[in-house]
Every structure is written in structure tokens, then in C-alpha cells.
């Protein structure tokens, strides 16, 4: 079945499969309708600089994203990104005036993904529920992470005299750095989940984990990898904040995960699992960035911001189980 509406006979078209249509494309319908509305109440919307700016801002949420696609395809959650994202800012920080950038930046990365390799082993070998296991590491991280900074922000001491603000403030070929990283990641990571068999593995365990191990597939494995892919990412994306800002508060990526997972969803990956991909969440990211920068650019204030997050997570959850059933509104209403 195609996604464009099909006209029946009579030339009408069919309210199947408008409905179909637009439980499968009703994000990019309304995306399309913001681009027009903001363009028309803002032209700046549309500026190059401003494309890119709304490009580099998203990037932290964008890389976060990827990794946590895996978790959703296969069938779980990752609510502990933002509390990570924190704790590895906060690690590469601290470490950088003790160890310098060189050292930093790896033991940064083993730390974090020993986190995301402990949420793997919760979640796939002893197979607790990631909601209740990831939400209790939100909280768990958080106080790691204030534990370890003693209560205090970070910054690093000699701003001038370290590269590290390369990976957050350079500029290569004319395009910003976090763009460039962050479109390789997905290149990457993209090309990992389509293309390769651990790829199909993730699909299929989302899709049905049982019929998965009966088909000799390592369950709790794949599981297993999509966290510590999830925390790979949340390394990256915690360096980007560090080097950016060169310091930063320890609850910086407070909130963030609601963020990362309306990107995720508006890409189209199903909460269900079994459906997605790193292309479409990129597509969800940008989707997200340029709605949140249009409502400043008409006037709204920030905060406005985390209200229209709650209703697109609504909206995209809505479509996907609509796309499922094919039908808008549920039979039974």
C-alpha cells in the first residue's frame, strides 16, 4: 500500500486510506503546516544561519537519539540519557584539568558505558522492565553524579590553552562541528542498523523477542549492545556539552530524556519495537529543533517549549498505534 491517499471510483477518496495516510505521515503533514505558519509570521525562520544554529543546537539531542533508537526498535526504554548525559559532562570535565583532554575523554567514555553496560545486563539477562529499571537509574545517576562533583558545577581551568573545544566550537569546511559529528554517527550507526546482521537481530527481537530466541537469536545479547550503543551515544553527546560550554552544571541534561525519546517517536520507531530507523530519527530531531526554535521566533516564551514536547509525544504516539490498526480513531470509541 502506498502512502498517498487513493481516490475510489467515483473519484473520492478513500477515508481508509486517508486515515492510513495520515497515521503514517500526519508528523510531516503538521510539520509542513508549521514551516508555513512560522516562515509567514517570522521570513528569518527560513535564513541559512538560522537553519544551521537550529542544526547545532539539536545536535546533543540528536546523537542522544541515535542510541536510543536501538533501545526502542528492540523493544524498550532508555529514561536514564538525560541523568547520563549529565554525569559524563560533568566526568570529562573534572578529568580533563587532572588527566588532560587525551585521557579524559576515553576514561569518560569506559565510565559511561560501564552505566550503560549495568542497564543492559538489568534489562537483558535478568529481564526486569526497562521503564522501572531506567527511571530508577534517572534518580541513581543523578545522585552518582552529585556525589561525585560534591554538589558543585564545573569548568575546566584553562580555557585558552586546551583543543578540546574543538569537538563544540569548531568549524570545518564551514559547517560547525557537532553537524558533522553528528551526521557521521548517523551515517554509522544508520548503516549498522540496516545493513548488518546485528541490525535484523535488533528488528526482530522488538518485533517478537520469542520468536526471536526460538530462531536462535541471543535475546538478552542484543539487548545487552542496544544500551551500551545507547550509552556510547549519551558519551558523545555529554563531550559535545562539555566542549561547547568548556564547563557546565551538574543537572545538565535534567529533562532531556523526554526530549530524545519525542525525537525517537516522531522518527517513526513504534514504542512497541520492530519498527524505525536512524534516517527517521534524524528526520524527528530536526522536526523537533526547528518547531521549538519557530515558537521563539514568533514571540513564545521558552517554556512554551516542554508543553508543545507533551503534545507532540501525544500526537506521535496516537499515529503510531493508528498506522497499527489503520484507523485514526479506535473501533470500540
Not at 51 to 75: H, N, P
Request: charged share 10%.
Amino acid at each position: 500500500m502506498t502512502d498517498t491517499p487513493q481516490k475510489t471510483s467515483s473519484g473520492g477518496l478513500n477515508k481508509a486510506h486517508v486515515a492510513q495516510f495520515m497515521a503514517r505521515q500526519g508528523i510531516l503533514v503538521a510539520f509542513i503546516l508549521f514551516i508555513i505558519v512560522f516562515t509567514m509570521a517570522n521570513p528569518r525562520f527560513l535564513a541559512v544561519d538560522n537553519i544551521l544554529g537550529v542544526i547545532r543546537s539539536s545536535t546533543i539531542i540528536g546523537v542522544m537519539a541515535l542510541g536510543v533508537t536501538f533501545v526502542v526498535i528492540s523493544g524498550n526504554l532508555d529514561l536514564s540519557v538525560g541523568s547520563m548525559m549529565s554525569f559524563s559532562t560533568i566526568v570529562v570535565l573534572d578529568l580533563h584539568d587532572k588527566l588532560g583532554p587525551l585521557l579524559a575523554i576515553p576514561a569518560m567514555f569506559g565510565m559511561t558505558m560501564c552505566l550503560g553496560a549495568f542497564i543492559g545486563f538489568l534489562v537483558g539477562y535478568l529481564r526486569l522492565n526497562s521503564l522501572i529499571v531506567t527511571l530508577g537509574m534517572l534518580s541513581a545517576i543523578h545522585g552518582l553524579t552529585l556525589t561525585y562533583s560534591g554538589g558543585k558545577n564545573m569548568d575546566i581551568a584553562d580555557k585558552e590553552g586546551t583543543w578540546f573545544d574543538v569537538f563544540g566550537q569548531g568549524v570545518v569546511f564551514g559547517l560547525p562541528v557537532p553537524i558533522l559529528i553528528f551526521g557521521l554517527l548517523a551515517l554509522v550507526l544508520g548503516l549498522l542498523l540496516a545493513r548488518t546482521p546485528f541490525g535484523r537481530q535488533v528488528y526482530a527481537v522488538g518485533g517478537n523477542g520469542t520468536a526471536a530466541t526460538f530462531s536462535g537469536i541471543r535475546r538478552a545479547r542484543v539487548v545487552f549492545l542496544c544500551y551500551l550503543m545507547s550509552s556510547f551515544c549519551v558519551a558523545f553527546a555529554g563531550m559535545l556539552q562539555a566542549s561547547r560550554s568548556m564547563g557546565s552544571q551538574n543537572t545538565v541534561g535534567q529533562g532531556l530524556e523526554l526530549e530524545v525519546l519525542a525525537a525517537v517517536i516522531l522518527g517513526g520507531a513504534s514504542l512497541m519495537g520492530g519498527s524505525g530507523a536512524i534516517y527517521k530519527t534524524v528526520i524527528g530531531v530536526l522536526i523537533l529543533g526547528f518547531i521549538q526554535n519557530g515558537l521563539l521566533l514568533v514571540g513564545l516564551e521558552f517554556y512554551v517549549q516542554f508543553v508543545v514536547t507533551w503534545v507532540i509525544i501525544i500526537l506521535a504516539v496516537w499515529l503510531d498505534v493508528a498506522a497499527k490498526r489503520g484507523k485514526l480513531w479506535s473501533p470500540i470509541a
